[in-house]
């Protein structure tokens, strides 16, 4: 590739031009120098308003790579058949009927092919009989109930995508596609998944998230590479227990689920780095759990779990965890040994104050404590400045009055909000927060902003809505951050100008009342004693 290139001029034939990036352009049509670039191998025409392709797209007998998704193209030309060296096509998010897209089966030579948002009921026929090549076929957010038979052709397939369409029976033909790696089938009907599944060897991904299970077979512990599995929203109650066969398993999700238990398959996957066990109806963790030494992502929020689990503090290794919508009332303090947590979402607990505990965690950056289903904190601690390096503090829907001054030491935060509380006023050191982004704090009792909060120059977002607000006034805030800058500086200098003209006056007064009628020292009096004049 030779970079990103901008068709404004007419190209010359000499020029070798590999890579055009044309997206997001407005075109109508595209630029006729395009096919003038004989050399071509990948062009970008998505997010256009493109109707048509030209019959001179044949011209770019090297072109492998085009984008053409998210147009307005109402019909294919016989013309893009003949791109014989094309290996990636995009025709996503355009206005196709069904009979247009039999031109593609004369493109034997495509690996990629995407068909998302095309509005299909059926797959094309020819497709399946001529692509023998197909590694990647999209198909996500159409209206398809099944496959034809054919698909069987497609045996060097490896990822399938049949995301939010109206599959309610598994196809059994993808079960003969034993090269398959990825299969999504989110947000179909699925009510259950068969045993052939287990002929699929290499299926390393498999999205089956918003469906109808209500049981996962024991035939999928068969598939022995895969390590990524998603279960979420659907209507299981446990696990087999062979699915601990599947020790490469390394991000699992099953949030969404009635669960009876913990699932104990969890216990013997080594490997997992990311587990979403989010609104499974959990009361407790396995024992063993903690041994799960490797996870990063750990999501337990929406459940009933009335104590921090002491298991997760020997997980070392976790960096996001997410217990939000809980019960719980404390935090453990071998919370500390969380050396690597960097986000700790507590949002919707039970503590009767805050949790101090967490100033030990050093590494933490973002941080959740917003109560809008749970007990509201009245205070935020002033040792708050030892979590230096954090960068985003959520902590709406409280009862705070105020914000410790202590703030300003938290040198790395990037977004403080705290809507929904009772502030009466931001203190002045919110101003050295230099790197801070965002300040929400709507819906408190605010009148003013301090002095000089136009001093952040990084500050993008501040949302004053639903505060009494008068310095500034409504009719300014709701203009936005520039006019609430512009109203700030004014203030000062109309205040600065104030000052030095009551400056003025004050001088002159006092030159008046203490200038004396007689100077002084040449033997006659003053109007006042010596003392009280050397007093002023």
Request: neutral net charge; proline residues 5%; glycine residues 4%.
């Amino acid at each position: 590739h030779l970079g990103k290139v901008e068709i404004l001029v007419p190209v010359q034939n000499t020029d070798r031009i590999f890579f055009i990036d044309l997206a997001n352009r407005k075109l109508k049509t595209i630029p006729w120098q395009v096919f003038e670039l004989e050399d071509l191998e990948e062009l970008h025409l998505e997010r256009n308003e493109i109707c048509s392709i030209s019959r001179a797209i044949s011209n770019l007998k090297n072109i492998r790579v085009l984008y053409l998704n998210q147009n307005r193209i109402s019909e294919l030309c016989e013309e893009l058949g003949e791109l014989k060296s094309l290996r990636s096509l995009d025709l996503s998010g355009n206005l196709l009927p069904y009979s247009s897209l039999t031109v593609i089966s004369k493109i034997r030579s495509l690996t990629h092919l995407r068909f998302y948002d095309l509005n299909l009921d059926a797959f094309p026929l020819e497709i399946c009989k001529h692509l023998h090549h197909l590694k990647l076929l999209g198909l996500s957010n159409n209206n398809l109930k099944c496959l034809p038979k054919e698909i069987v052709n497609f045996t060097k397939l490896q990822e399938l995508y049949l995301k939010e369409n109206r599959f309610e029976h598994f196809p059994l033909e993808l079960c003969q596609l034993h090269n398959l790696e990825i299969i999504d089938l989110e947000k179909n009907n699925l009510s259950f998944i068969p045993d052939e599944i287990s002929s699929l060897q290499n299926l390393s991904q498999f999205y089956l998230a918003c469906n109808k299970l209500t049981m996962v077979p024991d035939s999928l512990s068969k598939c022995y590479k895969l390590s990524v599995l998603d279960l979420s929203t659907n209507k299981l109650h446990k696990l087999p227990r062979s699915l601990k066969q599947l020790t490469e398993m390394k991000e699992f999700s099953i949030s969404g689920n009635a669960l009876a238990g913990f699932p104990r398959p969890l216990r013997h996957w080594k490997s997992l780095t990311v587990i979403y066990l989010k609104n499974c109806g959990l009361k407790a963790l396995h024992p063993s759990f903690g041994k799960l030494t490797s996870i990063i992502i750990l999501d337990l929020s929406q459940n009933l779990l009335e104590e921090f689990p002491a298991q997760i503090c020997a997980m070392e290794n976790l960096e996001i965890l997410s217990l939000d919508d809980n019960q719980i009332s404390q935090i453990p303090p071998a919370v500390n040994k969380l050396y690597q947590l960097k986000s700790l979402g507590l949002t919707g607990n039970r503590f009767v104050s805050f949790p101090e505990e967490i100033f030990h965690i050093a590494s933490l950056e973002t941080l959740y404590l917003g109560q809008d289903i749970g007990t509201k904190l009245t205070e935020l601690p002033e040792n708050i400045s030892q979590l230096q390096n954090l960068k985003e503090l959520y902590i709406e829907n409280n009862f705070l009055e105020h914000l410790p001054s202590s703030i300003r030491l938290l040198n790395n935060l990037e977004i403080l909000d705290v809507h929904n509380n009772f502030l009466i006023e931001l203190p002045d050191s919110i101003c050295q927060l230099q790197g801070l982004r965002k300040l929400l704090v709507h819906n408190n009792q605010l009148f003013q902003v301090p002095e000089e909060l136009d001093s952040l120059e990084k500050l993008q977002v501040l949302s004053l809505e639903g505060n009494p607000m008068m310095t500034p006034p409504v009719e300014v805030f709701s203009q936005g951050l520039p006019a609430v800058w512009e109203y700030l500086q004014h203030r000062r200098r109309k205040r600065a100008t104030t000052i030095k003209q009551l400056s003025r006056k004050l001088k002159t007064t006092c030159k008046r009342q203490l200038s004396p009628q007689k100077e002084w020292g040449r033997g006659k009096p003053l109007s006042r004693d010596p003392p009280y004049f050397l007093g002023l």
